[in-house]
């Protein structure tokens, strides 16, 4: 019998063997009871794994626990110790294994010690934060299917390490790889949840005796500006952690149904990396696409019917409340004129010192009815005077609902579906979902939990602080000192304190749905979204250039219609930069035009830059790996952008009426123009790299010896498909990718029941270097090519490296 039918026929026979069928679809068995669903597996899951090209992993299992198990035991396999110190990280455990004053990956939380974080998770712990939250009955609390993902996923983790080797050089040996249980999946999923309100504060809870690590270093005109503070927080996380995403309807479309891009920008190292599967219960589930590393389930991806992807929003999943101390007791607040004690939680984590011995360092933290007292939010730190503390709202950390809100779409087989799950499910905790099904509907909506802070309690209830952060950044600060200053409660919510469904601003059926993490006002730029409180985000305000690039490409694509898959891939990779666009000929005509060809320098000396001035003229305009010119204006206009305010940077100002194209035309004249271009001439000369240099020479990563050049660009410059590398002046380099493009899909559908999709996950599924599948991906990155998908039986069947394993616990 040749190869490939026997191949074939062991798999049909482990697949019917697994589920208890002669063939696929098969019925799902029932999932286990709700009071043993985190439970210590009992040594009999099992599940099915086949994999494909570039080490995609197609699971099956027979019910939740046995896909959990698939799914941990795979995502072990490529990603071990990621994982595992993301689980010292959890257990608060990094003081004791790396020290206290080192710095964690920040994937988790953004604390920039590893004793913040410790502090942080292992309070989270003693409080028996998620305990709570497992206790509650959907859909506040998590669902009977989530739990046992979570359990199974546990129990597959465990499984590979007891049964294998690890060979990654970065754990290979190490004592903090330990086994885990179903809770510590579930604080993965809390402390992802949180990111984007406790975990943003760290460093910033009251008795931890430790600065914000950027704080420290702001300038006295910075930490007296509440409003840039603020701006600077909310619009880092949205640049660290940022997508593209559209929606085309079946009006645009060759096939008359929908399609999807998805392009997130996470980043490239460390535990926030996604990773790529297929998950399967016969009869039950069957979805594919990206979950970020410890997660059970897919959380972007495809199945048969929608196609979905995630934006981070805009929402500003937090707030804070200013409180008024009682008068001698620093550690009460009033209420309406009533004190009301804090309650004290004294934390102990153990910390290796230098001498190698662990001691307990203890701390205090102080919490109140809105959540923990807090100096600083992120950098942002708060003002310090006597009679006045801040405590930080975050709806987020009662939520465990992530899991389920995910299900939801994977088992979604409309936009209507998808609507109605997350309707039901409330989970969604920082992002967008833009979304499309195979009978070509389209869905931009921004359903995240959200403190229910409206414009009219805002009016009334904002203190001098939150006057001026809110309109701004969208970040509110409450009197706490006034008991009709909270938050109150939607009638269509699942919890207090959040707005419901029907607050969530979305857009249906548009011919495209489209963010880039603005706010929901364009989605579609021919039908704005407005009407939605200020805590959603801003409307009639500038655009970012990728807003506004993104907008001008797949307004061209629909208006062009007959729009197919290829089309998708091949705006992923039309690396064009409309910063360029918009300013590198009038950048290139003031050059010309500067006397004797020289720029003053910001060193004060003057810079011949004469020969940058054709280079600008001729460069196509995009940040290709072969263009010419792309380095040169990528460092002229970050250098531009940091030294002349945005209102000065353009002669023609941003207009409502025409957000798309406002604002324009270089002010040449700005005061920074010629030391910005002198600059970005003298260093790139200084490092010895010419001013027409392609750009993949000198932006690029490194994989196991070899240089592997990188096209795309930063937010900065417009580009789709975003990079944002670590600049390395000594080199004249972008020498490795700190976050950017990273699991891409372009997904259609074409009435045959097998969708129409193409994948990437841009660094690989695996990050050990031993692995075959270390850089495959980051190669085709580099090469502007996509994997064709393999969802369907008979296309997985047919994979030239079809290799199939059935794993167990025994």
């Not at 409307?539 to 219609?561: C, F, I, K, N, Y």
Request: hydrophobic fraction near 40%; include cysteine.
């Amino acid at each position: 019998m040749p190869i490939r039918h026997r191949l074939r026929a062991l798999t049909i026979a482990g697949l019917a063997l697994l589920t208890g069928a002669s063939a696929l679809p098969a019925t799902a068995a029932p999932v286990a009871a709700p009071d043993s669903a985190l439970q210590p597996s009992s040594g009999g899951l099992s599940a099915v794994i086949r994999y494909t090209e570039y080490g995609i992993p197609h699971i099956v299992g027979k019910d939740y626990a046995s896909l959990g198990f698939g799914s941990g035991w795979a995502q072990a396999k490529d990603q071990v110790c990621i994982l595992a110190d993301g689980f010292v990280t959890l257990r608060g455990e990094r003081s004791r294994h790396f020290g206290a004053d080192a710095a964690p990956d920040r994937s988790l939380s953004s604390a920039s010690t590893n004793l913040s974080s410790d502090l942080f998770f292992r309070g989270a712990r003693d409080a028996r934060t998620v305990e709570k939250l497992l206790e509650r009955p959907a859909p506040a609390g998590p669902s009977r299917q989530a739990k046992e993902l979570m359990r199974g996923w546990a129990a597959g983790y465990n499984a590979w390490l007891k049964q294998n080797r690890i060979t990654d050089p970065a754990c290979r040996g190490a004592s903090w790889v330990t086994p885990v249980t179903a809770l510590d999946v579930a604080r993965r999923g809390w402390a992802i949840t949180v990111l984007g309100g406790q975990g943003l504060v760290p460093d910033g809870l009251s008795g931890t005796g430790q600065q914000p690590r950027k704080a420290a270093a702001r300038s006295a005109r910075d930490t007296t500006d509440p409003v840039a503070a603020a701006r600077e927080v909310f619009d880092r996380q949205n640049a660290d952690m940022g997508s593209n995403a559209v929606a085309f309807a079946g009006s645009t479309t060759a096939s008359g149904r929908g399609l999807l891009l998805g392009n997130p920008h996470y980043p490239w190292q460390g535990g926030r990396r996604f990773w790529q599967s297929q998950q399967t219960i016969p009869g039950e589930l069957d979805v594919a696409g990206g979950s970020l590393l410890g997660m059970p389930i897919v959380e972007i991806g495809h199945n048969r019917d929608i196609a979905w992807s995630h934006t981070v929003a805009t929402g500003v999943p937090t707030n804070l409340y200013e409180l008024r101390t009682a008068p001698g007791d620093p550690h009460s607040y009033l209420v309406d004129g009533k004190p009301e004690r804090m309650t004290k939680r004294t934390v102990t984590v153990p910390v290796k010192g230098k001498d190698g011995r662990t001691s307990d360092v203890t701390r205090t933290q102080w919490w109140t009815r809105y959540g923990p007292v807090v100096t600083s939010v992120e950098s942002m730190p708060l003002p310090q005077t006597e009679g006045t503390a801040y405590a930080l709202n975050d709806p987020n950390a009662q939520s465990l609902r992530f899991v389920d809100s995910s299900l939801a779409l994977s088992r979604s087989r409309s936009v209507r579906d998808i609507q109605a799950g997350l309707r039901r499910t409330q989970g969604l905790p920082w992002v967008n979902t833009i979304a499309t099904d195979s009978a070509g509907h389209s869905l931009y909506t921004q359903s995240q939990v959200l403190p229910r802070v409206t414009d009219e309690l805002a009016a009334r209830c904002s203190t001098a602080l939150g006057r001026q952060t809110f309109p701004s950044a969208g970040l509110a600060v409450l009197d706490g000192s006034r008991g009709d200053c909270a938050l109150g409660r939607d009638a269509d919510a699942v919890q207090p304190g959040v707005f419901g469904p029907s607050a969530m601003p979305t857009l249906l059926d548009a011919p495209y749905a489209e963010n880039s993490n603005d706010s929901p006002w364009l989605a579609n730029a021919d039908r704005p979204l407005t009407g939605y409180p200020r805590i959603f985000g801003d409307t009639a305000t500038a655009r970012s250039l990728r807003t506004r690039g993104g907008l001008e490409d797949v307004a061209a694509l629909a208006e062009r219609g007959r729009l197919t898959v290829s089309d998708l891939e091949r705006q992923q990779f039309a690396n064009r930069a409309p910063a360029g666009a918009l300013a590198a000929a009038d950048a290139a005509k003031a050059c010309a035009a500067l006397p004797g060809g020289k720029a003053t320098g910001g060193d004060g000396k003057p810079v011949d830059v004469s020969a940058a001035c054709s280079v600008l003229a001729g460069w196509d305009r995009t940040v290709a790996k072969d263009s010419k010119g792309a380095l040169l204006f990528d460092r002229f206009w970050r250098k531009l952008v940091r030294a002349v305010p945005e209102d000065k940077l353009w002669r023609v100002p941003f207009s409502p009426s025409a957000p798309v194209t406002t604002p324009n035309t270089l002010n040449t004249s700005a005061d920074g123009f010629g030391r910005a271009l002198a600059d970005a001439v003298s260093e790139l000369r200084s490092a010895g790299v010419a001013l027409d240099a392609p750009l993949g020479e000198h932006q690029f990563v490194v994989r196991n010896g070899k240089r592997i050049p990188i096209s795309g660009g930063a937010h900065a410059l417009g580009v789709w498909n975003m990079i944002e590398a670590r600049w390395d002046a000594g080199t004249g380099s972008y020498p490795e990718v700190r976050h950017g493009s990273s699991y891409i899909q372009a997904v259609g559908f074409d009435g045959s029941g097998c969708p129409v999709a193409r994948t990437l996950l841009t660094y690989g599924q695996s990050s050990d270097p031993t692995s075959p599948h270390y850089s495959d991906q980051t190669e085709l990155f580099s090469a502007g090519r996509m994997v064709k998908s393999r969802f369907c039986e008979k296309d997985i069947l047919a994979s030239p490296k079809l290799k199939v394993v059935r794993v167990s616990e025994r």
